[in-house]
């Protein structure tokens, strides 16, 4: 890597600690990014099935069904019997669950407040810019 890369490497590193150390996971151990995001996804949904995660995510039901079990032991959320086709299950998400989420939305809110309060107009837009950039480039995998 070239100095600009390992810089980079080096403050994306941070950011990414940063963020990780200051989100509030309810205080249950051993929630990581993918629960987070299934949760999330759960929560944004109202209310989904196993399958329509599994599908979302692209990854197999057997293995997103070990995520909800972690989730619904921990009760940040639930299942029901689905009420429309009773071989299914819909999940929700409970006061726990919306509790990680909202904590948060509120930690980016004021993070994206800070950074933009820090930066000119035409910075933000700029650091706005890369980073959409950024975000293809990752997506691409």
């Known amino acids: ?25 309810g205080n249950v151990h051993g929630v990581t990014a993918t629960h987070y995001n299934i949760i999330e996804y759960i929560y944004r949904k109202r209310q989904v099935t196993g399958k329509q ?43 726990e669950g919306r ?9 980016r809110e004021s993070i994206a407040k800070r950074v ?5 107009d035409n910075e933000l837009k700029t650091l706005t810019l890369l980073l959409q950039r950024v975000m293809q480039v990752v997506k691409v995998e």
């Open 53 to 95: 995660i599994a599908e979302a995510f692209q990854i197999s039901q057997a293995a997103i069904s070990k995520q909800l079990k972690f989730l619904i032991k921990n009760k940040l959320i639930e299942q029901q019997q689905s009420a429309i086709d009773r071989r299914f299950f819909d999940l929700t998400v409970t006061d």
């Open 116 to 120: 933009s309060k820090s930066l000119t």
């Open 1 to 25: 890597m070239n100095e600009s890369e390992v810089d980079f490497y080096h403050v994306f590193t941070d950011l990414q600690c940063y963020i990780l150390a200051h989100m509030n996971k």
């Open 99 to 107: 509790y990680i989420i909202d904590n948060s939305e509120n930690f």
